[in-house]
């Protein structure tokens, strides 16, 4: 790398001049790194971008990503994105996603696997929502057993201690293919 490198949280362009493109972020003032890599700025596009020497996924508002349940809060769960509309990524960028308005006591659990689409980018957070059909678990265990689950309307019931418990399925869940999935 040469040494005009940029770093996460380094400022790029000021968001009154330049958006924020790839691998970058808006803070509400400035436009910041989102990774290692050089400044790449836009003048036609007017976008202010990091170009990465190995290609880190970061991805965009509208996108669909499948990840693994890291932390789960009073009103929101924490994701490490493992797939970005469909394609596998390295990168373990972590999102979070709001569960306040959802009138389910476990929306998910640690290392439930979950598709999301992301809402937004804020003050270097990614967020995203759980909400549509076809969004929530693809794959889960027993809470109690750790057994095979089967889906019963809006809850999960283990095919080995028959606990039933409630969560935000996807209308794909039990698809063992969901890696092809595409939002």
Known sequence: MSENA???????ASIE???AGENAFDDGDMVRAATVGEKDIDKV???????????????KVGDTIIGT?????????AVSIDYINGKPTTSKVECVCS???????????????V??????HLNGTIHATISEPGLGILFTKCRKC???????????????CAWIDERKLSSNFGNSDFVNLRG
């Open 146 to 160: 750790g057994g095979k689950v089967v889906p019963m309307r809006d809850a999960i019931k283990c095919t080995d």
């Open 45 to 59: 596009s007017r976008t202010a971008n990091i170009k990465h020497p190995k290609l880190l996924s970061i991805p």
């Open 115 to 120: 598709t999301l689409k992301i809402l937004s």
């Open 6 to 12: 940029i770093f996460p949280g380094d400022k790029i």
């Open 69 to 77: 349940v890291v932390a789960v809060m009073s009103s929101m769960i």
């Open 17 to 19: 001049e330049y958006e």
């Open 99 to 113: 569960t306040r308005n959802l009138r389910i006591r476990n929306v998910a659990l640690v290392n439930d696997i």
